[in-house]
């Protein structure tokens, strides 16, 4: 069953954006912009003051930072293995049938010499 609430610390949360955003390099720490706005409203008869949040994301930071985050451990980039053509199965493949059919065609020929002078059996000179 699912949780209804999931609580994140703010590492938490700059490691989720670093992964999300694809970002593989660089110190970042949370960034969290407020709108602060003075008001005065019918039912409350004295000033109050409201804060709302405008955005939140993550900015550079420096690696001396406590509560910087480095995108190099959270996210480090993957690195493909390199592809190997020499031991491709399928093209490997192909080629013993090919060799063997070359071969087999060869020692069919060579059952059935087109001549009698020219009859040489290849599968008894192989050793």
């Known amino acids: 069953m699912a949780n209804s609430e ?3 610390s703010h590492q938490d949360l ?9 970002i593989h390099e660089g110190f970042w720490r949370l960034n ?8 005065h409203g019918k039912d409350v008869p004295d000033p109050c003051v409201a804060v709302t949040i405008q955005g939140i994301g993550i900015m550079k930071a420096d690696s001396s930072d406590e509560m910087a985050v480095d ?3 959270a ?6 293995p390199p592809v190997d053509k020499t031991h491709d199965v ?4 192909q ?3 090919d060799v063997y059919r070359n071969v087999a065609v060869h ?5 059935k010499p087109a001549s009698a002078s020219m009859a040489v059996d290849l599968r008894t000179q192989h050793k």
């Open 6 to 8: 999931y609580l994140l």
């Open 14 to 22: 700059v490691k989720a954006v670093i992964i999300h955003q694809n």
């Open 32 to 39: 969290i912009n407020f709108n602060v706005a003075a008001t």
């Open 71 to 73: 995108a190099a451990l």
């Open 75 to 80: 996210n480090p980039e993957k690195i493909a």
């Open 90 to 93: 399928t093209n490997g493949m």
């Open 95 to 97: 080629f013993c049938r």
């Open 107 to 111: 020692l069919d020929d060579a059952a």
